[in-house]
């Protein structure tokens, strides 16, 4: 699968090469005469998208576009019958007359005889044909959400509404989704483009897009493909997901849209706003000249919080003074355990500006554009009890209960505003040269996110009496009277951080197709290029000040309000504002602490830059009931990463300490020439089964293969011989990339009417898998007592089966579930054994109803002081319920999260908590009115 030199670029030439000789061979006999095209509607100038189109004659078939629109070129004169198949209406036929070269073009209606009449325009039926006639309609395995679905769920961003689909999780943060993972695969090893563009990811470090930054209001629709085509981005070892959105030609009429909310969080008692619009307009000039503008807002605003509980470092042998003997004894129990109170207000704001302009049916030109804008305004209470400070009773100590007396105990505020922005712009076309189709789009991506100004403060106490029982997830914590005087917590160090990443990409691509006839079937032959250009900035300024403010306390900065805290005894809460103001006052008179303040900022500082060149052909073939796509696909990565060797140096026997930091500069290439096979067979129109073989990539994260080195190294004097410890932490510029081996094969049942059964299994052979490690005794770290870094830690196998079935009753009853087990030989961070959905609903011509189950197991995480760390299975019900008061209004009701479902981290066994967060319901009410 994998080679690493340069030939291959030859090798992809000679294949290109041959299919061209092919197609010249097998095309020469065709006598094209004249072209068919037209669009699939019905009578209220509703737009199929995903039907298909046959001339029966010829075996001929095409899925219609987005906007219903379908084309055969090069038909020899003569009659023909064009059959359209649309699942839950009925098939409908129309004879077609080629003659004298001429282009033949209508609008071919579904009539109202259909199992659609009336719900073509709303509601669940419609949008789950239309998703399912897509999905059964292409070449390839693929899930798709279309915009009407999202609107029938409690969805606020696009992660949520990804959710639903077989095979899919997300990871949530603060209980809203964030990160999409396919079949168990962590959200970093998947590809995400919008409207084409690969998106970069605004977070430093990683690769996966936190999709909750794209409002679910700008989106058409959501394409996951489980098994690429040569045609498609390589870095897809779980899938890849494509975000479409809205564009004029979705529709043949203009529309208006305008939606207002209002929400409300019962833990926190707080209620938010949110508005959203959209307008599209289609400009009809001379001949079949057309412009379609479509632009899209949305803007949220949420106020709400979380209670949580949280062991630091978890739980393993700790040391501890017997307060018996005064021995110092180590025994199993917890080092550290925090109370956690925070206060959020979220942000939301998107917008997207389309043009589409259409000078006939195959000559079409587009401008894509979208914008979004995140923002986190968080501040943060946190109580640390420190159980490894004090003196115990070792008699009385336990495994899950221990008392401290002499103990020491932290409270500490984090006062954050984040801010994250994506804008992508795709421009491009497709236009017939001849008797071949063209296909090409530059595209511009940039994310970035911002940290500015960002203030922790910590204050010390010590001499208390804590104690903890670990009987379930969150942890019984107790604490004397004097541990809630702020009295006797004195400030110990203030953080002051400004914080900067940027992840660019630009990419230039094009395709071209022809079709052709080999032995009386029906074949295309594709091929074409990619180049992308990305470059990663993440841009670290941190100032420790850890003096200059000797008898300041806690109790001068008290808030006004004690935090409302139900999972034990808080105690009172710090002002904000007064902790700004005092260190806005003071600021010049606190002591910088530089050596740390430069090991943080240089340490975390890095830039990397990455080329990707890529060219691929692909044959597809449709013989009888199969339809074949092969193809070839050549990827090259060119990596440079730029950061720093930094190593605080401390001399205790001198009493000295000091920083070196060194420029560190590292660059590695590498090739892939990786095949990929689709199948799929059609027992019958009801009936058929898929198989594919793939492989492809996942290029590392960028904070595992960033140039960084964090060394510290550390001298002191022990019964009279000195002793120097060193430690580092680094990066892996020399990283391999993923490389998986794929197999799926499905079966799928469409029984009429509208809805699916359907059953699959996959298959990934995953190598160069990538993992924490200590690696001071490779060789290159000698003297090192311990090197952590990121190295490519073997193999990793997945198989699973993915179950699926969606049913639409004539009642108005939908039932919708999926489920999708997978085993894996290893334990792969954030991989689920199971996840599934259960959805019912029902609907009548004024009201649509649905309520939800979404179900992820427990996931392995990471391994903390010996033992493994698991994220506790989540099961969360939602429910949301829509009213039409008339063709143009509707009421809608959601409520989140009803059975108040929270985040639970355990660490080995679910007794010994590591993180256990709660969010509480949130309701929301909202009306939207509708111009057609």
């Given amino acids: 699968m994998n080679t690493h030199h340069r030939s291959l670029g030859a090798q992809l030439s000679r294949v290109s090469a041959a299919c061209l000789l092919v197609l010249a061979a097998t095309t020469g006999n065709a006598l094209a005469q004249g072209d068919l095209q037209g669009r699939v509607t019905d009578k209220q100038q509703y737009l199929f998208n995903g039907a298909q189109v046959e001339i029966k004659e010829l075996g001929l078939k095409q899925t219609t576009a987005r906007d219903g629109s379908f084309y055969f070129s090069r038909l020899q004169d003569g009659n023909y019958t064009l059959k359209i198949s649309y699942l839950g209406a009925d098939s409908v036929e129309y004879p077609v007359v080629i003659k004298n070269g001429e282009v033949f073009k209508q609008d071919f209606v579904l009539t109202q005889q259909s199992a659609l009449e009336e719900v073509v325009v709303k509601g669940q039926r419609s949008s789950v044909a239309n998703a399912l006639n897509r999905q059964k309609n292409a070449k390839r395995l693929v899930s798709i959400v279309s915009s009407d679905s999202i609107g029938q769920f409690p969805d606020q961003n696009a992660a949520e509404a990804l959710q639903r689909l077989p095979g899919l999780f997300i990871q949530r943060d603060q209980g809203e989704g964030r990160f999409v993972g396919i079949r168990g695969i962590d959200p970093n090893l998947n590809n995400l483009t919008i409207n084409g563009a690969n998106i970069p990811a605004p977070e430093s470090g990683v690769r996966s897009v936190a999709l909750d930054v794209i409002p679910s209001e700008l989106i058409e629709g959501l394409e996951v493909t489980k098994s690429v085509t040569s045609d498609m981005d390589a870095d897809a070892v779980g899938g890849s997901v494509e975000v479409k ?110 043009l589409d302009y259409h000078t006939s049916a195959t000559d079409q030109y587009y401008l894509r554009t979208l914008y979004s804008k995140f923002s986190d305004d968080e501040f943060r209470l ?27 105990m932290d409270r500490d505020t984090k006062d954050r505003y984040e801010e994250q922005k994506i804008l992508s712009i795709v421009a491009g076309g497709e236009n017939r040269l001849n008797e071949w189709h063209l296909d090409y789009s530059l595209g511009y991506s940039k994310s970035e996110e911002s940290e500015p100004n960002r203030f922790d403060v910590s204050f010390a106490g010590e001499g208390f009496d804590l104690g903890y029982v670990a009987r379930g997830a969150v942890p019984e914590l107790t604490q004397s009277n004097d541990a809630h005087d702020l009295g006797n917590f004195e400030l110990d160090e203030i953080v002051h951080e400004n914080n900067f990443s940027q992840d660019e990409e630009l990419s230039v691509k094009f395709d071209l197709s022809r ?5 009386n079937y029906n074949g295309e032959v594709k091929f074409g290029a990619k180049w992308r250009d990305r470059e990663k900035l993440n841009d670290k300024n941190v100032a420790i000040y850890d003096g200059g403010f000797d008898g300041v306390f806690a109790s001068q900065f008290v808030a006004t309000r004690i935090p409302d805290y139900s999972l034990g005894n808080f105690g009172p809460g710090l002002s904000r504002q007064n902790l700004r103001a005092y260190f806005n006052s003071t600021r010049n008179q606190l002591e910088l602490n530089q050596n740390e303040s430069t090991v943080e900022t240089r340490g975390g500082s890095y830039n990397s830059e990455e080329d990707i060149a890529a060219a691929y052909a692909m044959v597809t073939l449709d013989v009888d009931k199969w339809s074949i796509v092969a193809g070839l696909r050549y990827e090259s990565t060119d990596f440079s990463t730029q950061g720093s060797r930094v190593e605080l140096i401390v001399d205790d026997v001198n009493d000295s300490e000091t920083v070196a930091v060194t420029p560190w500069e590292v660059s590695k290439d590498y090739d892939h020439l990786l095949p990929s096979l689709n199948v799929r067979y059609d027992f019958s129109e009801k009936l058929l089964a898929r198989f594919a073989f793939t492989q492809t990539i996942a290029r590392p994260s960028f904070g595992d293969s960033a140039a960084f080195q964090l060394i510290e190294t550390e001298t002191e004097e022990d019964d009279g011989v000195v002793v120097t410890e060193r430690k580092a932490e680094v990066g892996n510029p020399d990283l391999d990339p993923y490389e998986s081996t794929n197999l799926d094969v499905s079966i799928e049942y469409y029984p009429g009417k509208i809805g699916v059964l359907s059953a699959g299994f996959f298959y990934k052979d995953i190598d160069n898998f990538i993992v924490q490690a200590e690696v001071q005794d490779n060789g290159q770290w000698d003297g090192f007592e311990e090197v952590v870094q990121p190295i490519n830690g073997g193999s990793a196998k997945i198989k699973g089966v993915e179950l699926a079935w969606t049913k639409s009753f004539d009642s108005g009853l939908l039932i919708a579930t999926n489920a999708t087990f997978t085993n894996a030989d290893a334990d792969m961070p954030n991989q689920a054994d199971s996840i599934g959905n259960i959805a019912l609903g029902y609907e009548t011509q004024k009201l649509s109803t649905r309520l939800t189950l979404t179900h992820k197991s427990k996931t392995y995480q990471f391994e903390d002081s010996g033992a493994s760390v698991y994220q506790d299975a989540h099961n969360q019900v939602d429910f949301n319920a829509k009213y039409f008061v008339s063709d143009n209004l509707n009421i809608y ?21 590591y993180q256990y967060e709660s969010y509480g319901t949130t309701y929301e009410l909202g009306v939207t009115w509708n111009a057609f």
């Fill in 893 to 913: 009701f959601n409520a989140i999260n009803i059975n108040d479902e929270p985040l639970y981290l355990y660490h080995g066994n679910t007794q010994y908590n």
């Fill in 515 to 519: 079709d052709f006839v080999w032995n």
């Fill in 382 to 408: 946190r109580n640390e009890y420190k159980f490894d400070k004090g003196q115990v009773n070792a008699a009385t100590w336990t495994d899950t209960a221990a008392n401290f007396t002499d103990a020491e």
């Fill in 245 to 354: 959105s809205l564009s004029a030609f979705d529709r043949d009429y203009d529309t208006l849209s305008l939606t207002a909310q209002g929400s409300y969080s019962e833990q926190t008692e707080d209620t938010s706003p949110k508005l959203s619009g959209s307008y599209t307009k289609i400009f009809e000039f001379e001949g079949e000249k057309r412009l379609g503008l479509a632009a899209a807002v949305s803007w949220f605003e949420r106020d709400f919080g979380s209670l949580n509980v949280e062991t630091d470092g978890g739980w393993g042998d700790i040391e501890f003074e017997d307060a018996a003997t005064g021995e110092d004894v180590a025994q199993f129990g917890a080092e550290e355990i925090e109370q956690r109170f925070y206060r959020i207000s979220r942000e939301r704001l998107g917008a997207a500006l389309n």
